[in-house]
């Protein structure tokens, strides 16, 4: 069991590997759900059960983001994610330009996760004279060829995409063209950004096909 915390340096984000960088929200929950639950102390092998880890494996990543400890004592909760907010760049502000306000872009306007200290919405764009105009999550939408002229000055942090799979890359490259190098696709299809642009894709029916593989094979195997 991992115990003393010292916080090291924070290293560069480019230095820490993919897998080690997606795994720090999921600790950054656990330790927030701790947190809730009134724990002060927590040793590697429970955080590791709380995120389906192996302890190693966690030990491992704190150490990479400059965590050590020594045995006999858990990492104090409260300062090992007040941390890792800060390795996660949770600090400051981010604002959030979200383009398709439909059902699903209206959904994640609404989300709890962005209205935080942390995220903010800085613009919502849709296309459908119906939609553009209408206030969502007390933000009015824009026509989506005002882009430029909305975010001059004020260059979104990151761009969301729950746009129909047919306008995705257009709004993509817009969106790369004003300066946004940060993007979340929710369309269901294959979309190109260049080096120097994070883009993340969630598409729903592909991780439906995935469940509907292992259900096949749970209900083959019963």
């Known amino acids: 069991m991992h115990g003393h915390y010292d916080a090291a340096p924070q290293p560069e984000p480019a230095a820490l590997a993919p897998a080690t960088v997606q795994r720090m929200p999921q600790y950054l929950r656990a330790l927030g759900d701790l947190e809730n639950q009134g724990a002060r102390t927590v040793s590697s092998e429970v955080l590791a059960d ?17 965590f ?40 994640l306007a609404n989300h709890p996760g962005f209205i935080t200290r942390s995220f903010s919405i800085g613009g919502l764009f849709d296309v459908n004279p119906a ?58 299809t294959t979309v190109q950004v260049p080096p120097q642009v994070n883009l993340r894709s969630v598409d729903l029916s592909h991780e439906l096909q995935i469940l509907a593989f292992y259900n096949r094979s749970f209900k083959a195997g019963s």
């Open 131 to 188: 939609v553009v105009g209408t206030t969502v999550a007390g933000s009015r939408v824009r026509h989506f060829e005002d882009l430029e002229s909305v975010v001059q000055g004020a260059l979104p942090d990151i761009g969301v995409v729950a746009t129909p799979p047919n306008a995705a890359q257009y709004v993509i490259d817009r969106l790369v063209t004003v300066g946004v190098r940060s993007i979340l696709c929710f369309a269901s």
């Open 68 to 107: 050590t400890g020594t045995r006999g004592r858990g990492y104090p909760v409260a300062t090992l994610a007040s941390q890792l907010e800060e390795a996660l760049g949770l600090t400051q502000s981010r604002s959030i330009a979200i383009v398709g306000i439909g059902h699903l872009g209206t959904a």
């Open 50 to 66: 709380l995120i389906g880890v192996n302890s190693s494996m966690v030990r491992k990543d704190l150490s990479l983001l400059g």
